[in-house]
């Protein structure tokens, strides 16, 4: 998934968290949010993404640019 920088900076100010706050939170070095937040699309970990959209309050589709993980398709029966 990529996350986008600038919807991840808005998400997490309107929560009114620093980035070391976010860091912190997440279990990681404050420079791996200011990496997220300065880049415009950055691939990384599904988890992450949960994680940070559970932090901030929103849906996993507002911090990136790739929609909802698909949901399973039942195979018919015939």
Known sequence: MKVDGAMLKEARE????SQEELAEALLVNPGVVIGLEREPRTEVRENLVKD??????VARADLT?????????EAEEG
């Open 65 to 73: 640019s790739d929609p909802e993980p698909p949901q399973p398709v």
């Open 52 to 57: 940070l959209a559970e932090m901030l309050f």
């Open 14 to 17: 309107r929560v009114f968290m």
